[in-house]
């Protein structure tokens, strides 16, 4: 796979809770998946796990999977501030060794497939995701800041 862009998704499951890329394999593979659907795992530890690998296309987002990097953040609309990092690194690597257009960052809820089944994954509008990215406005993800122990 030679990526051209990027999307990103949320895992559905409780804010704050690491659930392992195993896990989540477990889910796409009883779905029909041949592995997990996401290149890529972001744990509300910061802990980062591969999914498939990128010599594979994904199966993360219907119909749109080819040259698409898909990275999970675990969690539903609040992720921590190590995900958060974690996530703005992994962009730079990507972004940098693939040569991705900024225009090609995207979220799983700007696709027609996520919107035909009411999908809003991530849960954070495109517009903060790229204003705390490419503008450096931390201020613009706060609302999806999940701080440890305030469940």
């Known amino acids: 796979?030679?990526?051209?862009r990027i999307t990103l998704h949320c895992s559905a499951t409780p804010n704050g809770v690491d659930v392992p890329a195993k896990t989540i394999k477990e889910w796409h593979l009883r779905r029909g998946f041949n592995d997990i659907g996401y290149h890529l795992v972001i744990q509300?530890?910061?802990?980062?796990e591969t999914g498939r690998s990128l010599d594979r296309i994904g199966a993360h987002?219907?119909?749109e999977n080819h040259n698409n990097i898909g990275i999970v953040m675990v969690g539903l609309d609040k992720?921590?501030?190590?995900?958060?990092q974690a996530l703005r690194d992994h962009l730079y690597t990507f972004f940098l060794h693939y040569d991705i257009p900024r225009w090609a960052l995207?979220?799983?809820r700007e696709f027609?497939?996520?919107i035909d089944q009411?999908?809003?994954?991530p849960n954070v509008e495109p517009s903060r995701i790229w204003a705390w990215y490419?503008?450096?406005e931390d201020d613009a993800i706060a609302p999806h800041v999940y701080e440890i122990g305030l469940r």
């Open 44 to 48: 509300p530890s910061g802990q980062s």
């Open 134 to 136: 490419f503008l450096g």
């Open 118 to 121: 009411n999908k809003t994954c």
């Open 61 to 63: 987002v219907k119909g």
């Open 106 to 108: 995207h979220c799983h």
């Open 1 to 4: 796979m030679e990526p051209t």
């Open 112 to 114: 027609q497939s996520a």
């Open 79 to 84: 992720f921590t501030r190590v995900q958060w």
